[in-house]
């Protein structure tokens, strides 16, 4: 099992950059696919962006695509979330999730989550 918890989230303006951290306890952290997924107010949970245990891979949500960059260091069991030319709909709760199985970027195959950090973007 492994605990997460969010950091980097504020306020910035609209054109600016964020990064986001994870911070994974565990002695498994290397094991599991991670992803962030954001949720604003009304909407449903929605993935971002994804990453291999080994960062052979990533993925993307169409609308972060070019700007967002997710990657890890295993060896500091951290997962981290470069947001550029952020935009206010950008504006939400964004949250870190495990996966055990690796095998879809949808939120219902990620078994561990944090407790969210808040991204505000101003126009």
């Known amino acids: 099992q492994v605990q997460l918890v969010e950091s980097g989230g504020g306020l910035v303006q609209a054109g600016g950059s964020l990064r986001l951290s994870c911070a994974a306890s565990g002695r498994t952290f290397s094991g599991y696919r991670m992803g962030w997924f954001r949720q604003a107010p009304g909407k449903e949970r929605e993935f971002v962006a994804t990453?291999?245990?080994?960062?052979?891979?990533?993925g993307y949500a169409d609308s972060v695509k070019g700007r967002f960059t997710i990657s890890r260091d295993n060896a500091k069991n951290t997962v981290y979330l470069q947001m550029n030319s952020l935009k206010p709909e950008d504006t939400a709760v964004y949250y870190c999730?495990?996966?055990?199985?690796?095998?879809?970027?949808?939120?219902?195959?990620?078994?561990?989550w944090g407790q969210g950090t808040q991204v505000t973007v101003s126009s």
């Open positions: 999730a495990a996966s055990v199985s690796g095998r879809s970027n949808v939120a219902g195959s990620y078994d561990y």
């Open positions: 990453i291999s245990r080994n960062s052979a891979s990533t």
